[in-house]
């Protein structure tokens, strides 16, 4: 059964960095594309990051492009998300997702519990 579980949330003051980890467990030899995806209290799920499975191409929302880095570690069956130059409008609980590199969360498979990243000002 494939699992994602997601780690290095906390709190954090605006203009600080955090790197977010996803590991994911249950594949043999797949190596699909991963996104990243946040959801902020009262407000809509939201496409944050992708990579593709090689780790060569990568997407990103407007609102976090050149602050944050998406990639992986295929050896290691992990992606990551350094999020540089936190804003509290970052807040939001992450979620680590697989199985496209699509903005649309209907197109992933499977998904993680989350972790929260809270930005103080």
């Known amino acids: 059964q494939v699992k994602l579980v997601e780690s290095g949330g906390g709190l954090v003051q605006a203009g600080d960095l955090l790197t977010l980890s996803c590991v994911a467990s249950g594949w043999i030899s797949r190596k699909p594309p991963r996104g990243w995806f946040r959801k902020a209290p009262g407000l809509a799920r939201e496409f944050v990051a992708a990579?593709?499975?090689?780790?060569?191409?990568?997407n990103y929302a407007d609102s976090v492009r050149g602050r944050f880095t998406i990639s992986r570690d295929n050896a290691k069956n992990t992606v990551y998300l350094q999020m540089n130059s936190l804003k509290p409008e970052d807040t939001a609980i992450y979620y680590c997702?697989?199985?496209?590199?699509?903005?649309?969360?209907?197109?992933?498979?499977?998904w993680g519990q989350g972790t929260q990243v809270t930005v103080s000002s």
């Open positions: 997702a697989a199985g496209s590199v699509s903005k649309f969360s209907r197109f992933y498979d499977y």
């Open positions: 990579i593709n499975w090689s780790g060569d191409s990568t």
